[in-house]
């Protein structure tokens, strides 16, 4: 399981398991938000496939104890006005 406080007052959680994945994320203000379904390892991507729809993959690269995680498939409201925009999504995790 991941967990990640980002400074938008928020958290991204992911949790993997054998073969599935849940990831919910939320931050201040917004409603929280989940997505769950399976994944697969193909190179260094991991590639989602929630429930129904088609597959997301994201790029990740693990050093030691640092793992990263970066998607430019994403899309955020950046100001609130319930329009989203592209984004690029770039988590860093270091094991404590």
């Known amino acids: ?12 959680t992911l949790s993997l398991s054998r073969e599935s994945y849940v990831l ?3 931050a ?5 938000r989940s997505s769950g379904g399976v ?3 193909e190179n260094e ?19 030691g104890d640092t793992l990263a995680i970066t998607s430019d498939s994403s899309q955020w409201d950046f100001d ?12 860093v995790m270091v094991r404590l």
Not at 28 to 32: K, L, N, S
């Open 1 to 12: 399981m991941v967990d990640v406080v980002c400074s938008l007052g928020g958290t991204v």
């Open 28 to 32: 201040a203000d917004r409603v929280r």
């Open 80 to 91: 609130g006005d319930g329009e989203v925009e592209d984004a690029e999504f770039v988590a």
């Open 45 to 63: 991507r991991l590639v989602l496939r929630a429930h129904g729809d088609e597959s997301d993959a994201v790029t990740y690269r693990v050093s």
């Open 24 to 26: 919910t994320w939320s």
């Open 39 to 41: 994944f697969r390892v």
